[in-house]
């Protein structure tokens, strides 16, 4: 599995918003995916308005396999929220709960 955390880190400079920008991103991971057999999990940010999903391009979202939505039940020291909110090819896995304790 190849990780790239976030998408606007590994995004060189271009614009996330324009297609075309966006299509040579996802044409860039298919290539990757394609020359080393590996999975690509690119992290990315909603944007300010959750509710519209993440930022950018939807050329992005529209060429996605599988898309999970995590977000923290509460503000601080809340479960972690895990939707699956895109599922290629397969049936969807039901939304998951996650704690995350630190020491």
Known sequence: ??????????????????????????????????????????????GKDESKGARGSSAFRAALDVEYKISREGKKGGALIIVCTKMERCRRAGNQSLWHARG
């Open 1 to 46: 599995m190849i990780i790239l955390d976030t998408l606007v880190r590994c995004f060189g400079g271009a614009d996330e918003n324009d297609s075309k920008d966006m299509g040579a991103f996802v044409r860039g991971c298919d290539e990757l995916k394609a020359k080393t057999g590996a999975s690509i999990l690119v992290v990315h940010h909603s």
